[in-house]
């Protein structure tokens, strides 16, 4: 019996929950205790294949700005400058952005979000 537990029927509340079973279950999945629920997120995305174009854009429908890391695609560079026209189109269309940050990572935006790409001088 842990700490909680002994808590629980001191104060007369408990009701046999084991904590550790209920911080692992599904409906806490996405719970992050730690802050306070935003808005918007910074996703990374480790970019595999044709099939994580759906997962990237389902994230800019939700608002959410994609930090993408092409490295594992950039062996197969056809397949990779073919994902990135796809994914250029679609941010195009929806009002986003994308740009390359680095050799290996890729920044793509939702609507009405846009990078600047000059630095001033």
């Known amino acids: 019996m842990g700490l909680f537990d002994k808590l629980g029927k001191g104060l007369g509340n408990y009701n046999g929950i ?6 692992n279950s599904a409906e806490m ?24 174009v759906n997962v990237i854009e389902g ?23 073919k994902i990135v026209e796809t994914l250029k189109d679609y941010v195009e269309k929806t009002g986003g952005d994308i740009a390359m940050i680095s050799a290996d990572r890729m920044l793509l935006t939702p609507s009405k979000v846009k990078i600047v790409k000059s630095k001033k001088g």
Request: proline letters at 6%.
């Open 59 to 81: 994230e800019l429908n939700k608002k959410n700005i994609v930090l993408l890391n092409v490295t594992e695609l950039s062996k197969r560079p056809n397949t990779l400058k």
């Open 18 to 23: 084991n904590v550790e079973e209920y911080m």
């Open 29 to 52: 999945k996405d719970v992050d205790l730690m802050n306070e629920p935003a808005d918007f997120y910074v996703k990374p995305v480790l970019l595999k294949d044709e099939n994580d």
